[in-house]
């Protein structure tokens, strides 16, 4: 005879709840409800203890931090530790920003999140002509070394953990990264944090694309080999379903063409002939959060099971950790709108329960005045505020995966994980994802998703509360914050200062040797690392890169 | 010549006669942000009013999309740009306008644009300033007027 | 007029691009701008690319501009987009592909909309073409999608055909190919860095052996530019061939011979439409269903009726 749930129970608990414990204790204030129920970290069915029905709920759902995942990668959740607060943000120069990530960790903020301007995130300086009025608009400028040392002045590498939103000069700003770190003191084995690095979701659905396709999977892979050796500590991407989410796509088009992406990554890097299990434990995931909370539920859930299966079966993964789905959220920036923004404070709300309530390793809410530029520094502090209300007074981080099995968020799980895999097939069939992107299935799905939607709503078969009902004759816009011009062009003078006083031949030399070495197969990390410590510029580096590799122009109506 | 708008008609052929031909819109997007969905949206929408839409796709220059305009000889220029560089790039587009001789074009801005730089592109030329959540049918709505009052 | 003709050979981009708009925009009636331009071109042979939607024209295009620039070539392309079929709309998505010649003041880009044409040529192409034609630019490239039916327009307007194929573009491709190889003075198969492609090139040399025709098939991939330069040295050579006196003198004759061609079908469809408004229609069709009168009675008496009303039109005018 089978062995009965309770009995798995136990097997789990000291097989993997205890270990957990011993390193990260639950918290005392985390054990009851506000009326003082005792609550236990994990629920599992009752009443129907035959043989069939354990054996089914052990293969779909199973035990938080035990294949498939699907209740969560870690056995106490946020019962033990909340997840990581990480806002979103830069703006402005170096200093500008460090002043506002200082300020973001006085207010209890747990990791930094930075937002690069688009000339850094498509490898141009900030004097190039093609920069020209973007210049610390959407993020922070940085040109070179110099400004990251600035950036990160004050803040202790070894104590925080940084996500870094850059793509195709990924590997020039974790080169840069690093040489902070040795600035600081800290070697690059002890780094942590996470680089988005992630090529192909930018020609789907993002757009900040330097290379062809070929390339960058190069310069991703890289990253990966490099960082599997000397930085073990650093997740080397984050898959991001959220580009794709904000682009218009549904649900189970976020979790199918995320997941096939991944899929994309793995195999460009077992051909690089790195090992498995040597990489796919420092592979994250990063979605987003629409307001339909249920359904959002229901796909962390479905993502966490079939990532799982894909890497185990299809990879033969051995590592457990390799299996595990581990992402960030952000709430999703397209449901903001311009009409009554306080609004967006609700559906923000909604949006971060959730991504908690789905499991999320670390969370950004977006503040309520983004649609209508920068965050001011007290908008910014009310969404942090929201993740803090969450996690201490909504109770729901008091039990782990607290909506398993409702039979409305089973059925959705399931739907979500059926319909993303069937994606991911129709995919396989094309040939793999870079296949699909150049034939632009994914491309044309997300768009036709994202028609019906506005169809939608400009039919108002769907409310959009203060849009096409409710909205008011006077919308009152709150005080936004504006990039100063001086921050511009304090950026463009230091780059011109930097470029006077750095040893220029060291500059030549350095640039030289890694565009020799991009016409080899070597790895091009070290060499990054050498040109961004001869205080060598992005778009110099990214110059280099496209002297060899061209580029990418992909326009589709 | 005889009207040909008799019923009957539609069934045997679909030549109608270039009495009114469609407007020429071009959707641009300066800058260099590739956050398309809006654009995408709206060339599909105007194509569905009757407009004959030529879009010139992301991370144009100002300098690429008067030439097109010029070219193309458009009836109206519609600007997207979610990065907040509107101010130096949609100047830059009317700036370039002006220089050219071309003073017959409607301008349109959309973004994420507040509310205090309205004035600002308003006094540069742009007719209409839309943000996100505005919804399609008023853009139409705007354009239509714009185009029948300079009939 | 004559300001405007002066103006756009002097290379004005504006004064070109409102004559554009302007010709043919009187519907049946000539302008004086239509007859000159008639009269003044048919110097330059004209190129058309046609094939299936997606195949990658307008990617071949932005390659093809690249490299005759390079020959110091000034190139003007005509791109021709459907109309649709739900509303007088179009997009027009050609030139997002050659964005990158927006700039160049050798390379002038139209984006056309086929209007009632369905999926072929409108008058607008012919009238674009020789305005391109009159403003100086050698080669004129025109792009138009081939499906169903309409690839002979194609042949009537341009002098040299290029078709251009790839790989896997659904399950009517063999009909659409058989149609669009009958047409064809080079074959341009895209996408070769797929094995697919390969498949492809051979099958359409062999229809050629098969039909004995001595047509180059040029494999190609238009984003790398892999294969362009080929394809523009056998483009090259066709043109050359094509510029003999006797050719040019045949050119304007097909040109001409095609605009009437065109024209005439248009009026006959528009009064045909008319005639079967007409209030005899309904007891034709009575007599018919009773076995009372032939088919061919009706059609003769249609014709006529159709025929009255060309004339009567003709007189109007």
Redesign the interface.
């Known amino acids: 005879m089978a062995e009965s749930l309770e009995e798995r129970f136990e097997q789990w608990k000291a097989r993997t709840l205890e270990p957990a414990i011993a390193k990260v204790p639950e918290c005392a204030d985390r054990t009851a409800t506000v009326s003082g129920v005792p609550t236990d970290g994990l629920y599992l069915p009752e009443g129907h203890g035959n043989d069939a029905a354990t054996e089914a709920y052990l293969v779909a759902q199973g035990f938080p931090g035990e294949f498939p995942f699907t209740r969560g990668v870690q056995p106490t959740m946020y019962r033990s530790r909340f997840w990581t607060m990480r806002q979103y943000a830069g703006f402005g120069d170096a200093e500008e920003t460090n002043e506002r990530y200082r300020f973001l960790l006085e207010q209890g903020q747990t990791g930094l999140s930075v937002a690069f301007d688009?000339?850094t995130?498509?490898g141009?300086d900030s004097d190039h002509?093609?920069?020209?009025?973007?210049v610390g608009?959407?993020g922070v400028a940085i040109d070179t070394l110099a400004d990251m040392e600035i950036l990160f002045d004050s803040i202790p590498l070894d104590k925080v953990s940084t996500s870094m939103t850059i793509n195709s000069p990924a590997m020039v700003l974790l080169a840069m990264y690093i040489a902070v770190g040795e600035k600081q003191g800290v070697e690059a084995s002890r780094l942590t944090g996470t680089i988005q690095n992630d090529m192909l979701k930018?020609y789907i659905a993002?757009?900040?694309y330097i290379f062809p396709p070929g390339p960058s999977l190069r310069l991703t892979t890289n990253i990966f080999a490099y960082a599997a050796e000397l930085m073990p500590r650093f997740n080397t991407i984050s898959v991001s379903g959220y580009h794709i989410r904000?682009?218009?796509s549904t649900a189970a088009q976020e979790v199918g063409f995320t997941l096939a992406d991944g899929i994309a990554y793995i195999d460009a890097a077992l051909s690089a002939g790195l090992d498995v299990d040597r990489f796919a434990p420092r592979m994250s995931f990063f979605f987003g959060a629409m307001t339909d909370l249920l359904e959002e539920v229901a796909k962390f859930r479905a993502a966490r099971r079939l990532w799982a299966r894909i890497v185990k079966e299809r990879f033969d993964a051995k590592d457990p950790r390799s299996w595990m789905l581990r992402f960030h959220t952000q709430t999703c920036g397209?449901t903001?709108?311009?009409?009554q923004v306080d609004n967006n404070v609700v559906r923000v709300a909604i949006q971060a329960l959730a991504a908690v309530l789905g499991g999320t390793q670390s969370l950004h809410t977006n503040s309520r005045d983004?649609?209508?530029?920068?965050p001011t520094e007290e908008a910014v502090q009310l969404a942090l505020r929201t993740q803090q209300v969450i996690a201490h007074e909504s109770g729901v981080a008091h039990t782990v995966d607290p909506l398993a099995g409702s039979y409305c968020i089973e059925k959705l799980t399931d739907q979500v994980e059926t319909e993303a895999a069937a994606y991911i097939e129709k995919i396989d069939e094309m040939g793999g994802m870079v296949r699909a992107i150049e034939?632009h299935y994914p491309q044309n799905e997300i768009?036709q998703s994202?028609?019906r939607y506005?169809q939608q709503?400009?039919r108002d078969q769907r409310i959009?509360v203060g849009?096409?009902r409710y909205a008011t004759e006077v919308d009152v816009?709150p005080e936004?914050l504006?990039?100063s011009e001086a921050a511009t062009r304090r950026q463009i003078d230091r780059l011109s200062e930097v470029r006077g006083r750095r040893d220029s031949s060291e500059v030549t030399h350095t640039l030289t040797t890694l565009e020799e070495a991009a016409r080899s197969d070597a790895n091009l990390m070290p060499l990054i690392v050498d040109a961004v410590r001869a205080y060598a510029s992005v778009g110099e580096i990214c110059d280099a890169l496209r002297r060899v590799f061209g580029e990418y122009?992909e326009?589709?109506? | 010549m005889r009207k040909l708008d008799q019923a009957g008609q539609q069934d045997l052929t679909s030549c109608t006669v270039d009495a009114h031909p469609p407007k020429r819109i071009l959707i641009g997007k300066v800058?260099?942000?590739?956050?398309?969905?809006g654009a995408?949206?709206l060339?599909?929408?105007l194509r569905d009013a009757g407009y004959e839409v030529i879009?010139t796709?992301?991370?144009r220059?100002p300098e690429q999309i008067v030439q097109t305009a010029i070219d193309e000889d458009v009836d109206v220029i519609g600007l997207s740009l979610l990065?907040?560089?509107?101010?130096?790039?949609f100047a830059?587009v009317a700036e370039l306008l002006k220089e050219e001789g071309v003073e017959d074009v409607v301008l349109l801005a959309g973004g994420?644009?507040?509310?205090k730089d309205v004035p600002y592109l308003e006094a540069l030329g742009f007719r209409h300033v839309f943000?996100?959540?505005?919804?399609?049918?008023e853009i139409l709505s705007a354009l239509q007027q714009e185009l029948s009052s300079r009939e | 007029m004559n300001e405007l003709v002066n103006k756009l050979r002097q290379g004005n981009r504006r004064a070109l691009a409102r004559a554009m708009s302007s010709v043919g925009a009187t519907g049946h009636a000539e302008s004086s701008l239509e007859v000159c331009l008639r009269e003044s071109t048919g110097q330059v042979p004209w190129w058309g690319f046609t094939g299936p939607p997606g195949v990658g024209k307008s990617t071949l295009l932005d390659a093809l501009l690249v490299h005759l620039r390079e020959h110091g070539r000034r190139v003007g392309v005509v791109a021709v987009d459907p109309t649709s079929t739900r509303s007088d709309g179009a997009?027009l998505?050609d030139r997002?592909?050659m964005?990158?010649h927006a700039v160049d003041d050798g390379v002038f880009i139209r984006s056309l909309a086929t209007h009632g044409h369905h999926g072929g040529l409108s008058d607008a192409t012919l009238h674009c073409a020789r305005l391109l034609e009159l403003a100086g630019y050698d080669p004129v490239l025109i792009e138009t999608v081939g499906v169903g039916q309409n690839e002979v327009e194609i042949r009537s307007v341009a002098d040299l055909c290029v078709v251009v194929l790839g790989p896997?573009y659904g399950d009517d491709i063999q009909l659409v190919k058989a149609g669009l190889l009958e047409i064809a003075d080079v074959v341009a198969v895209n996408k070769c860095d797929l094995p697919e492609a390969q498949r492809l090139v051979n099958e359409v040399r062999q229809e050629f052996a098969a039909a004995a025709r001595d047509i180059e098939v040029v494999a190609i991939e238009a984003k790398s530019g892999n294969g362009v330069p080929e394809l523009l040295q056998r483009l090259f050579e066709l043109d050359r061939a094509r510029r003999t006196e006797t050719a040019e003198a045949s050119r304007g004759r097909r040109r001409t011979l095609g605009e009437i061609r065109r024209r005439t079908e248009f009026s006959c469809r528009q009064a045909l439409g008319r005639a079967m408004t007409g209030p005899e229609v309904e007891q034709w069709i009575t007599k018919l269903n009773r076995g009372e009168c032939s088919l061919a009675t009706v059609i003769s008496r249609l014709a006529a009726l159709a025929l009255a009303e060309l004339q009567q039109e003709a007189d109007d005018g």
Do not use: C, W
């Not at chain 1, 983004?370 to 920068?374: P, Q, V």
């Not at chain 2, 800058?31 to 969905?37: E, V």
């Open positions: 688009l000339p995130q498509i141009y002509a093609l920069a020209t009025g973007e608009k959407v930018e993002r757009g900040t904000e682009a218009g397209a903001l709108t311009a009409q983004e649609a209508l530029g920068l034939q768009e994202s028609y506005q709503i400009e959009i849009v096409n816009q936004i504006t990039v122009e326009h589709t109506m | 800058g260099l942000d590739g956050h398309d969905r995408k949206f060339i599909r929408a879009y796709g992301i991370r220059t990065s907040g560089a509107h101010n130096q790039l830059r994420t644009i507040p509310e943000t996100p959540g505005a919804p399609v049918s | 997009l998505g997002v592909r964005m990158r896997g």
